[in-house]
């Protein structure tokens, strides 16, 4: 593995579909402007002119990309005009993702990802290589990672073994996608495109619609728009869950959690043990009351676009099997009481908390419309919120970890290594300060930024507990200290 | 532990913050002015606009000019030890910050133009996850920190 070495030519292919992909609007465009204008043939030259350039881009990509492990290091060099060698350290990658897309698959390929901690370094894609030279690569990469641990010889033969094995059900998995409760997010999106849309959407295609579907007047059609756009976004989201997660297993090996999963492009998700920052389970308010949510695994990664690198660890499990599964995968962790609770003072903080955007949001709603007070009665759900949030919230400390529970509108329980607690913040606003409370975040390394974890209005002294204990590992507060 | 961080940042920093909102606030007081020209030359000019829009306006730029950065340094206390680095600072909201030695991944000082004017810097403290900024320390006492820092963080050095 000391010479240098070339992808599978298919990366060419791949890198052609990217740059297609990429430009799929401007082709578009370019395709209907070009259309507007009858009889001219050089369109179909420009199409094909720009995908031979893209080719001949993707060959000299292709021709230029060499990688190579030599002793610590991981050494790329690539760029066909700028030129770049990448120098990733062993002991600096956090995690090696591989994945099948749609090329590779074609070509019985996979695609290498390889991600250190945050902070100014690229992560390293390898976008065509045999799958036997991915794990090829993999485990040059792990090894000699333990240099310092001890054995080195017992490992060697123990490392790949599988020693335990996690899958779902046909069921729980068409279960998982019926509660997939990503449909807010996919409606708002839709809600956005739908101002794209507006040539489509307009007075004519809804009188068109009034006329076709008779018995529609102003609010049935409003609400039929809206009925269709949850549905179509809950069919897409449940169609994402069936995709990204069929063929799920979790796999475990001394060092490491193997996750693999996906239809149509599979992904192969390896974590070290000692790569990881925190565990989460995220109860969906669908999910919650089938007691089941979904567990994820946040590590440490540079990630271009994203805040967050939440690796879904489980995408469907029952509440009541998470201890047994603590037991036979995350042996680090442990599921514990949530003792540390906010204060009764702060019950009324929680109830009012949600409701504060309505005292705003209500008097506006109503000046711009005739319905607007309606907005009024969401007092309801908005104190129902905080009830739960107030019921929900709760903490745990121990002199290795940390639990800590808390609600937006999903229920999340955070497990954390102290030694991976990056940084805690206290907060406090002058009505908390007069109650002697405090709002505490907790933040765990997650992809390139990190994760921020809250709870509010705990007991002040809880607050700083909390603080010492990072720094010291105590759980108590010492006596003769402030 | 338990106390309040006791070191305050660089009284010159007032200065630079107020230098600073009075340019930044330019263009919030920009559309003002021009609104007042054109309609008193106009004749059109609104009380109730007046009122209601540019005198908060520009109570606002008065304070944030005058007002805020002086409170803003007041409220400031940094300590650096050697556990952690602890930043206490905010006006109405309070944050208190604690970022353990052993978590920092690095350490760096920058310094803006207006910085540069009073010769001022700051300190910015990066962990895996978040990064942290003691704003406005005189020159030498940032690098001094920034020092001491790199030098703590060496001493503890665990892998992230």
């Known amino acids: ?482 | 532990m338990n106390h309040i961080p006791v070191n305050r940042i660089d009284k010159k920093a007032i200065k630079a913050w107020r230098l600073n909102a009075f340019i930044f606030g330019l263009f919030w007081f920009a559309p003002a002015g021009v609104y007042i020209l054109v309609t008193l030359n106009q004749g059109s000019f609104n009380t109730a606009i007046f009122l209601l829009f540019i005198v908060p306006a520009l109570t606002v730029y008065l304070l944030t000019g005058f007002v805020y950065p002086k409170i803003r340094w007041q409220r400031w206390r940094y300590e650096v030890n050697e556990d952690a680095i602890d930043l206490y600072r905010g006006f109405i909201f309070k944050t208190r910050t604690v970022v353990p030695i052993n978590r920092i991944q690095h350490v760096d000082t920058s310094q803006g133009p207006i910085y540069r004017k009073y010769s001022l810097s700051s300190v910015k403290v990066s962990t895996a996850a978040t990064t942290h900024e003691i704003p406005a320390l005189d020159d030498e006492m940032a690098a001094d920190v920034r020092n001491k820092i790199s030098q703590l963080v060496r001493q503890v050095k665990e892998d992230v």
Do not use: C
């Not at chain 1, 308010?285 to 567990?295: A, E, V």
């Open chain 1, 1 to 482: 593995m000391s010479e240098f070495r070339r992808q599978h030519w298919a990366a060419a292919v791949d890198r052609l579909f990217m740059i297609l992909r990429q430009n799929f609007i401007t082709f578009l465009i370019v395709v209907f402007v070009g259309t507007q204008e009858p009889g001219e043939g050089y369109l179909l030259y420009i199409l094909i002119g720009t995908i031979m350039l893209a080719l001949l881009g993707g060959i000299l990509g292709w021709f230029r990309f060499q990688y190579r492990v030599i002793e610590e290091e991981l050494q790329i060099k690539k760029g066909v005009f700028v030129r770049k060698n990448i120098f990733m350290s062993k002991d600096r990658i956090q995690v090696i993702d591989i994945t099948e897309g749609l090329v590779q698959r074609v070509f019985g390929l996979v695609k290498v990802e390889v991600k250190t901690a945050g902070g100014g370094t690229e992560s390293a894609t390898i976008n065509a290589i045999t799958f036997e030279e991915a794990e090829e690569l993999k485990k040059n990469l792990r090894s000699n990672k333990a240099k310092s641990a001890l054995i080195e010889d017992v490992e060697e033969t123990a490392e790949s073994e599988f020693l335990d094995e996690w899958n779902i059900s046909t069921k729980e998995l068409v279960i998982a996608a019926f509660t997939s409760g990503n449909f807010g997010l996919i409606a708002s999106i839709l809600g956005a495109l739908s101002g794209q849309l507006d040539s489509v959407i307009n007075e004519e295609s809804i009188e068109y619609a009034k006329e076709a579907l008779p018995g529609l007047n102003d609010v049935t059609f409003i609400i039929t728009v809206v009925i269709i756009i949850l549905v179509v976004s809950w069919a897409f989201s449940f169609l994402g869950v069936i995709f990204s997660y069929s063929d799920f297993s979790l796999k475990k090996t001394e060092k490491e959690l193997l996750i693999r999963s996906g239809l149509i492009e599979k992904k192969h998700i390896t974590i070290p043990f000692n790569r990881i920052q925190a565990i989460r389970f995220v109860e969906g308010i669908l999910r919650q009351p089938l007691g089941h949510g979904m567990l994820y695994v946040e590590s440490a990664g540079f990630e271009l676009n994203q805040k967050e690198r939440s690796i879904v660890l489980v995408p469907f499990i029952a509440k009541k099997r998470l201890k047994l599964f603590f037991d036979r995968f995350l042996t680090d962790f442990h599921i514990p009481e949530l003792d540390v609770k906010p204060p009764e003072r702060s019950f009324f903080r929680y109830l009012r908390r949600p409701n504060y955007l309505l005292i705003i949001a209500t008097p506006l709603a109503w000046y711009f419309w005739e319905w607007g007070w309606l907005l009024a009665f969401l007092v309801i759900p908005a104190t129902v919120i905080g009830l739960f949030r107030f019921k929900d919230a709760g903490l745990y400390i121990d002199p290795e970890m940390m639990a800590l529970r808390f609600r937006n509108l999903n229920r999340k329980t955070a497990f954390i290594k102290r030694k991976r607690v990056q940084v805690i913040d206290e907060r406090t606003n002058p009505f908390q300060e007069r109650k002697q409370l405090a709002s505490l975040t907790v933040t765990a390394a997650s992809g390139a930024k990190g994760i921020a974890l809250n709870i509010t209005d705990l007991e002040k002294s809880d607050t700083s507990r909390i603080r010492k204990w990072m720094l010291t590992g105590n759980t108590q507060i010492p006596r003769d200290d402030g």
